[in-house]
């Protein structure tokens, strides 16, 4: 079946750096995507979403680009903090009536100081 | 404001037992879902209910129940656990076009 995916299973950063982390999704008719970070023991919690129409989308500190052409997602957190250590999922919407959410298997993103 | 509130937080059941796993939301959504994760795995799809009164299978709805017993409330119910039913379990609530809330979890054991 179609599934979201991740490059990579864990990423070390410096404090201060900034992080880059990649979802690959194969459903061309996902229309809705989602980070999530999820701290050991807790449930996930969000980050930001991106809808089909759109390549770019800002937050605090983070930023979500979208490649449709390659079917590609990618999480960039800017001057990553120990707090930003946790697990990350990357999520896809693709029965829109549903509105039910595909999870990738997640990065653990650790950050050194 | 409490968001998505999932009960018990931890179980510990032998095989052959039920039980079930509560979770409320007080956001008003019409939609809610529950979520299996094992170790180092993303979130797979049990059984979602899009509004009150239905139900619908996910991905891995074999062992399981549900109940949508009001807008609020959404319950799962292992009938007869396995040790393959050894997870954690989310429940999570949206509406159209906003994110999704997840509860705490319900760690679940099953020896």
């Known amino acids: 079946g179609e599934s979201v995916g991740l490059h990579l299973p864990t990423l070390s950063v410096q404090e201060g750096d900034n992080s880059i982390i990649n979802c690959a999704y194969s459903n061309s008719a996902s229309d809705y995507f989602i980070w999530y970070k999820q701290e050991s023991g807790k449930g996930p919690q969000f980050i930001i979403d991106i809808r089909s129409n759109m390549d770019k989308r800002q937050g605090q500190r983070v930023t979500v680009l979208l490649n449709k052409t390659v079917k590609h997602l990618s999480l960039q957190i800017a001057a990553t903090q120990p707090g930003d250590s946790a697990v990350y999922f990357c999520a896809e919407n693709w029965d829109t009536g549903r509105r039910a959410l595909t999870f990738g298997s997640g990065t653990r993103l650790q950050v050194q100081p | 404001n409490a968001g998505v509130t999932q009960t018990p937080k931890f179980q510990v059941l032998k095989t052959g037992q039920s039980m079930t796993l509560q979770c409320a939301q007080d956001m008003n959504h019409n939609s809610m879902y529950w979520y299996r994760q094992d170790p180092g795995m993303g979130l797979r799809l049990i059984y979602y209910?899009?509004?009150?009164?239905?139900?619908d299978k996910g991905e891995v709805p074999n062992g399981y129940n549900v109940s949508r017993l009001n807008k609020r409330e959404f319950s799962l119910r292992l009938e007869s656990a396995a040790p393959s039913q050894t997870s954690v379990y989310f429940c999570a609530s949206w509406t159209s076009n906003t994110e999704a809330f997840f509860g705490q979890g319900t760690r679940l054991t099953v020896v």
């Open positions: 209910s899009a509004s009150e009164g239905t139900t």
